[in-house]
């Protein structure tokens, strides 16, 4: 295949592509519009407008999907989380930005995401979005295959997408909304299965299935902000609040089932999600851990760990594995697995001893600095005299 045509199709099923480099040489000529002259423009112009017209009398008129794939009229879903980035290249010296800020406010470096939560077998709208955007998954996860996310023979399917809001170059008065745009950075299948028999209690079982992040937007903390809104998905849907969730949500949730999400889990995840999991589980923990400590022993968030509040570092006991009564608790406060908490609770153990070992080494410091400034004043007094 031609590298002309290899830009075409990607140019048709990713985001607006605003420059090619080809072995380190720029080869914006390879760009579709870039190929045609005047009177070819004008008339696939033409032509599209023939198309717009066609597709605007069958589209649906609550249908948030332009006719320019690539865009989208308002996200997909219900909107769980808004945060700002500073994009890659528009920050100086190319740096990113990853701290929130207010989703009201906007400038030339930085763009507003939303994360939604879709739910496939509700809304045909997203089934068949996401089978348009799906494709995309094979190029860069090596064992992708198509979700049919109607399909409830295993469980319930839901899609949390991560959108990029695109501002209009010149809004217009009548209808501002509509000028604005929204093109897709990332998503993340879930699969959500009924687990009626699992102790210690029943629930929802999410398994996470395919995470993709496109890679402009790599390395600017959106994964961690979709799994950290997956987490907070789970716990603001709980059944004990699920009636005013469902009052006020347009998408289904799995409180109308009546059961909680007890655990959320990674099918097949690779190394680097390994990692990302393990650090905002490990943030989670030591932030339960934390509101514990400060709650007392009659605080909501005891269970987080209450093994470790009875022994310190010094003791033996400490460096011994977590027990399997305690491990069962941390994974149920955590909504995970009981791998996943004991590779959470030795990291946190870790953390501990290094704080341990930086205060142990400040303190001897300190002491050595006024052992030096006694024996310093008493050689200085034994000199006077």
């Known amino acids: 295949m031609e590298i002309q045509d290899v830009v075409t199709k990607i140019a048709t099923a990713v985001p607006p592509i605003g420059s090619v480099t080809l072995n380190g040489t720029i080869r914006n000529d390879l760009l579709p519009t870039n190929n045609k002259s005047g009177e070819e423009e004008e008339e696939e112009d033409g032509k599209e407008q023939k198309r717009e017209k066609v597709d605007n009398d069958d589209e649906e008129p609550t249908s948030p999907v332009r006719n320019n794939f690539n865009y989208l009229n308002e996200p997909i879903g219900r909107v769980l989380k808004e945060y700002r980035r500073k994009m890659k290249g528009g920050a100086k010296n190319g ?18 995401f939303v994360i939604t939560m879709a739910d496939g077998s509700d809304d045909p709208l997203v089934a068949k979005y996401h089978h348009a955007i799906q494709p995309l998954a094979r190029w860069y996860i090596e064992t992708a295959d198509d979700v049919d996310v109607t399909d409830d023979g295993r469980g319930n399917w839901k899609v949390m997408y991560l959108f990029r809001h695109h501002p209009p170059s010149s809004p217009t008065n009548n209808n501002e909304k509509e000028s604005s745009s ?6 993340m299948t879930l699969l959500h299965i009924r687990s009626p028999f699992r102790k210690p209690r029943p629930g929802i079982i999410v398994r996470v299935c395919q995470v993709l992040i496109l890679p402009p937007y790599h390395r600017a903390g959106h994964g961690s902000a979709m799994l950290t809104s997956l987490y907070e998905y789970a716990s603001t849907f709980a059944a ?33 999600f390994v990692a990302l999991r393990d650090c905002i589980d490990f943030r989670r ?24 509040s009875k022994i310190k570092v010094t ?8 027990p399997e009564e305690m491990l069962t608790e941390i994974a149920d406060s955590l909504r995970t697995n009981k791998s996943q908490a004991r590779i959470v609770h030795e990291i946190y153990k870790l953390s501990e001893v290094e704080s ?25 007094h034994s000199t006077g005299s």
Not at 182 to 187: I, M, P, R
Request: charge should be negative; proline fraction near 6%.
């Open 95 to 112: 740096t990113t930005n990853n701290t929130f800020a207010d989703p009201t406010k906007e400038d030339d470096n930085e763009s507003k």
């Open 182 to 187: 929204w093109s897709l950075a990332g998503y």
């Open 240 to 272: 004990s609040s699920g009636a005013a969730a469902n009052a006020s949500s347009s998408v289904s949730s799995p409180s109308s089932t009546g059961m909680d999400i007890i655990e959320i889990n990674v099918e097949d995840p690779a190394p680097a």
């Open 285 to 308: 923990f030591a932030s339960a851990k934390r509101a514990s400590t400060n709650n007392g022993d009659g605080g909501p968030n005891n269970n987080a760990d209450p093994y470790l």
């Open 315 to 322: 003791d033996k006991e400490y460096y011994r594995p977590v």
């Open 356 to 380: 341990w070992k930086e205060e142990l080494l400040r303190t001897n410091n300190n002491n050595n600095n006024n052992h030096h400034n006694k024996s310093s004043n008493h050689s200085q």
